[in-house]
């Protein structure tokens, strides 16, 4: 298991992290879920001993990383899938890596053989599609068959294809009672595979919940409706739904039942061009979650903030 | 960590998967892996060929030269002929390549990102600075003595159609061969406590490069009673200074060959132990 406790890293003036504390369990996935810069990386390199935290601690099994000896028998980790030298073969890269703790070499070829890279084991990592790369981070991770494997965003620029086979990788990975801790910006992704949700953003924990239970959360729904009427949004105010009126004058309700909504319109003559029961996407519950924890909001206006 | 995994759960069989025995020296396995990654990129092939071709091409190349037109040299200059250290002149060359070699196998990791996953497979971060240095430093030695024995029979051959040669026997011309490969080594390791301090690989070799070739030229500007006081102390001419004398080394009075050599071994210490320091505090 991973224990962070009040996890804080400043680089500089940049809080990149802030009092993180949460626990990633073993025997299920847990998704670490942010948006791009929310500190999924920097908490990473924290856990792996690759940064110093500012303050707070974090743990691998019981032990702080920087510690631990022949640490691939007990974590694999799949860093940005650049921290492999482009010069060398995918059968030289792991067999240093292999080598460094200890590890037979044999089984090198049992890793290249579980990620499918055989065919190309002996090709320069620098000429890999994405798709090989992630791979073969997934093949260094697993080469010290480790208890705790932590992947950051390992299905970008996989095809659909490799996408199945990570999440079918990741929940047997899981189902063999290892910790396997996943960071993704992409909810939807993470619904499908994660049992578990830990979400940050810019730097904060925002959620440490179970999927499902973030799912119902975020799946309210809400009423859309299109009327050219103007006055419709202050009348559904006056009877109590909660209205918000997007830029091209549709309006979410909430607040109210649809049925309520339609009779409304017609007792007052009101014409609709539209009125359907809308559920907020994943997607959109996420962004709703993080709308104010994310760094680089894009701003049109307000070039001197910008300068 | 089978003891974190949760209890109600099976632990991962792992049949054919055995942590190595507690004693085997962690370091071994560091060095052995220093070794694989060296072996499996071409830049060192190329680097390593560069050093030898510098020293064994570029010294016989001067050795040549120097019995061709020996006729109208100073009867002075001709006092002054080293033939031993002269045969060993392409050591410039090849300190060149030895020390970019030195610099890339460390500043590489850095703009590969590939320094992360180093580190993240041995957090004994000075064991892997002293893994790569002893892998590293081993493989220059070898080269450079070779290299330089290879130079030096050359050499001696070349002279020897003007009566100039000296033999492997006359005195200090073996500590001379021996000494350039010694001397390339430490070069290397010198560039490779650079490359770890700086990380970036062109500020590293401008570094490099300046501290051997240009801080000794920049010395000359003295007026020349101070000059070799000052001069004899850097690095290049200390270490130089187990060579013999040289065109490259200016100073009129060099410290004797081992003092000089012990000078530039421990610059060289003082920069990978500040590397070695930079490299356990910094983050990765």
Redesign the interface.
């Given at each position: 298991?991973i224990e962070a406790r009040g996890l804080t890293k400043k680089y500089g003036a940049t809080v990149a992290v802030r009092d993180l504390t949460f626990d990633v369990?073993?025997?299920r996935v847990t998704g670490f879920l942010g948006p791009n810069g929310a500190g999924k990386t920097t908490t990473m390199?924290l856990t792996?001993?690759?940064?110093?935290p500012s303050a707070g601690r974090v743990r691998?099994?019981?032990r702080p990383?920087?510690?631990?000896?022949?640490?691939?028998?007990?974590?694999g980790?799949m860093?940005?899938s650049?921290?492999?030298?482009?010069?060398?073969?995918a059968r030289?890269?792991l067999?240093?890596?292999a080598?460094?703790?200890?590890?037979?070499h044999r089984?090198v070829d049992?890793v290249l053989g579980l990620t499918g890279l055989d065919s190309v084991a002996r090709v320069r990592v620098g000429v890999f599609s994405l798709g090989m790369t992630q791979r073969l981070g997934i093949a260094?991770a697993m080469l010290?068959?480790?208890?705790?494997l932590l992947l950051d965003e390992p299905v970008n620029g996989l095809d659909p294809e490799g996408v199945a086979w990570i999440r079918q990788l990741l929940r047997s990975l899981a189902?063999?009672?290892?910790?396997v801790f996943v960071s993704s910006h992409l909810m939807t992704e993470m619904a499908q595979t994660a049992d578990h949700l830990i979400v940050i953003g810019r730097g904060q924990l925002i959620a440490d919940t179970s999927t499902e239970e973030f799912v119902r959360q975020g799946s309210a729904g809400y009423i859309q409706v299109r009327s050219p009427d103007d006055r419709f949004a202050q009348l559904l105010r006056q009877h109590g739904a909660t209205v918000t009126v997007g830029d091209d004058g549709t309006l979410a309700v909430t607040g109210m039942i649809i049925a309520t909504v339609g009779e409304l319109a017609a007792h007052h003559g009101i014409v609709l061009h539209e009125l359907v029961a809308k559920r907020a996407s994943l997607e959109e519950a996420f962004m709703e979650l993080t709308k104010n924890a994310i760094d680089y909001q894009p701003r049109v206006a307000d070039p001197e903030k910008r300068a | 960590m089978t003891v974190s995994t949760s209890a109600t759960r099976p632990a991962p069989a792992r049949p054919s998967l055995r942590r190595p025995d507690k004693f085997r020296p962690l370091f071994l396995d560091l060095a052995h892996s220093e070794w694989i990654k060296l072996w499996t990129v071409r830049s060192t092939y190329w680097t390593l060929l560069v050093t030898a071709l510098g020293v064994v091409a570029a010294g016989a190349a001067l050795s040549g030269a120097y019995a061709k037109h020996y006729q109208g040299l100073s009867a002075a200059a001709k006092a002054a002929f080293d033939p031993a250290a002269y045969s060993l002149s392409g050591f410039f060359i090849g300190q060149l390549a030895i020390g970019t070699l030195g610099v890339v196998i460390i500043t590489s990791e850095y703009t590969t990102g590939s320094i992360r996953t180093t580190l993240a497979a041995a957090p004994q971060r000075g064991m892997v600075l002293a893994a790569k240095a002893t892998v590293f430093s081993v493989i220059a030695a070898v080269i450079g003595i070779v290299s330089s024995f290879c130079a030096f029979f050359l050499g001696q051959t070349l002279l020897a159609n003007k009566g100039l040669e000296t033999h492997i026997g006359a005195p200090g011309a073996l500590r001379s061969v021996i000494g350039t490969g010694l001397y390339l080594a430490v070069v290397g390791l010198l560039a490779l406590g650079l490359g770890a301090l700086i990380r970036r690989t062109a500020g590293a070799i401008a570094v490099f490069v300046g501290l051997l070739l240009v801080v000794p030229v920049f010395f000359q500007a003295l007026p020349a009673a101070s000059q070799s006081a000052i001069t004899k102390f850097l690095p290049s001419d200390a270490g130089q200074a187990l060579i013999g004398r040289t065109k490259f080394a200016p100073s009129s009075s060099l410290l004797s060959p081992w003092v000089g050599f012990a000078v530039f071994c421990a610059y060289t210490a003082v920069v990978l132990i500040v590397a070695f320091i930079a490299l356990s505090r910094r983050d990765s």
């Amino acid at each position: 298991m991973i224990e962070a406790r009040g996890l804080t890293k400043k680089y500089g003036a940049t809080v990149a992290v802030r009092d993180l504390t949460f626990d990633v369990m073993p025997g299920r996935v847990t998704g670490f879920l942010g948006p791009n810069g929310a500190g999924k990386t920097t908490t990473m390199r924290l856990t792996l001993g690759l940064d110093s935290p500012s303050a707070g601690r974090v743990r691998v099994g019981g032990r702080p990383y920087r510690g631990m000896r022949r640490p691939l028998f007990d974590v694999g980790a799949m860093l940005e899938s650049a921290a492999i030298h482009p010069g060398r073969s995918a059968r030289g890269h792991l067999l240093a890596l292999a080598q460094s703790n200890g590890i037979p070499h044999r089984r090198v070829d049992d890793v290249l053989g579980l990620t499918g890279l055989d065919s190309v084991a002996r090709v320069r990592v620098g000429v890999f599609s994405l798709g090989m790369t992630q791979r073969l981070g997934i093949a260094a991770a697993m080469l010290g068959d480790p208890a705790v494997l932590l992947l950051d965003e390992p299905v970008n620029g996989l095809d659909p294809e490799g996408v199945a086979w990570i999440r079918q990788l990741l929940r047997s990975l899981a189902a063999e009672g290892r910790t396997v801790f996943v960071s993704s910006h992409l909810m939807t992704e993470m619904a499908q595979t994660a049992d578990h949700l830990i979400v940050i953003g810019r730097g904060q924990l925002i959620a440490d919940t179970s999927t499902e239970e973030f799912v119902r959360q975020g799946s309210a729904g809400y009423i859309q409706v299109r009327s050219p009427d103007d006055r419709f949004a202050q009348l559904l105010r006056q009877h109590g739904a909660t209205v918000t009126v997007g830029d091209d004058g549709t309006l979410a309700v909430t607040g109210m039942i649809i049925a309520t909504v339609g009779e409304l319109a017609a007792h007052h003559g009101i014409v609709l061009h539209e009125l359907v029961a809308k559920r907020a996407s994943l997607e959109e519950a996420f962004m709703e979650l993080t709308k104010n924890a994310i760094d680089y909001q894009p701003r049109v206006a307000d070039p001197e903030k910008r300068a | 960590m089978t003891v974190s995994t949760s209890a109600t759960r099976p632990a991962p069989a792992r049949p054919s998967l055995r942590r190595p025995d507690k004693f085997r020296p962690l370091f071994l396995d560091l060095a052995h892996s220093e070794w694989i990654k060296l072996w499996t990129v071409r830049s060192t092939y190329w680097t390593l060929l560069v050093t030898a071709l510098g020293v064994v091409a570029a010294g016989a190349a001067l050795s040549g030269a120097y019995a061709k037109h020996y006729q109208g040299l100073s009867a002075a200059a001709k006092a002054a002929f080293d033939p031993a250290a002269y045969s060993l002149s392409g050591f410039f060359i090849g300190q060149l390549a030895i020390g970019t070699l030195g610099v890339v196998i460390i500043t590489s990791e850095y703009t590969t990102g590939s320094i992360r996953t180093t580190l993240a497979a041995a957090p004994q971060r000075g064991m892997v600075l002293a893994a790569k240095a002893t892998v590293f430093s081993v493989i220059a030695a070898v080269i450079g003595i070779v290299s330089s024995f290879c130079a030096f029979f050359l050499g001696q051959t070349l002279l020897a159609n003007k009566g100039l040669e000296t033999h492997i026997g006359a005195p200090g011309a073996l500590r001379s061969v021996i000494g350039t490969g010694l001397y390339l080594a430490v070069v290397g390791l010198l560039a490779l406590g650079l490359g770890a301090l700086i990380r970036r690989t062109a500020g590293a070799i401008a570094v490099f490069v300046g501290l051997l070739l240009v801080v000794p030229v920049f010395f000359q500007a003295l007026p020349a009673a101070s000059q070799s006081a000052i001069t004899k102390f850097l690095p290049s001419d200390a270490g130089q200074a187990l060579i013999g004398r040289t065109k490259f080394a200016p100073s009129s009075s060099l410290l004797s060959p081992w003092v000089g050599f012990a000078v530039f071994c421990a610059y060289t210490a003082v920069v990978l132990i500040v590397a070695f320091i930079a490299l356990s505090r910094r983050d990765s």
